[in-house]
């Protein structure tokens, strides 16, 4: 019985540690996606540019698509701005040295001085270069 006992707390400790294990890189990967979406909001473009890869897509809901230079420009100079960003929900695959995010949420934009409140499905992959987690595509579509 004792045997039973702790053979069963040993299995339960193993469970609990492989699911720790497991959460830690989906946690640390969507916490890299919300922090870029508040540098953006805050126009923090030298901690994006962190984290942008040199060879960045960021495709918009309206099929416009920017370098990772075109995207920090467009921030600096106010041509796009992130007022406010929800995000109703978000989660992450991985595949080998490559995380896919998928998430949908409310993104508040000024465009060229228009005001727009947009529900967004998007995508984002990330890969692993040297250690670091980069963007190296997003792709966003309205919901209906």
């Known amino acids: 019985m004792r045997k039973s006992i702790a053979l069963l707390s040993l299995l339960c400790i193993s469970f609990g540690y492989e699911v720790s294990a497991q959460t ?3 946690q640390q990967i969507l916490a ?3 922090k870029k979406f508040d540098w953006m909001i805050h126009k923090k473009v ?3 540019a962190l984290v942008l890869d040199n060879d960045l897509r960021y495709i918009h809901s309206n099929g416009w698509v920017e370098t990772k230079k075109e995207l ?4 600096i100079s106010g041509k796009l701005n992130y ?3 929800s ?3 978000a989660q992450v695959q991985f595949y080998e040295q490559t995380a896919i995010v998928t998430g949908s949420g409310k993104f508040e934009v000024t465009m060229n001085s228009n005001p727009l409140t947009i529900e967004l499905g998007y995508t984002e992959v990330y890969v692993k270069r040297h250690g670091k987690w980069l963007l190296a595509s997003r792709h966003a ?3 209906p």
């Not at 920090?72 to 921030?75: A, G, V």
Request: proline fraction near 5%; avoid cysteine.
């Open 32 to 34: 890299l996606s919300k």
């Open 83 to 85: 007022t406010a960003i």
């Open 87 to 89: 995000i109703h929900a």
């Open 72 to 75: 920090l420009d467009d921030l």
């Open 24 to 26: 830690q890189p989906e």
């Open 46 to 48: 030298d901690s994006l």
């Open 141 to 143: 579509n309205r919901m």
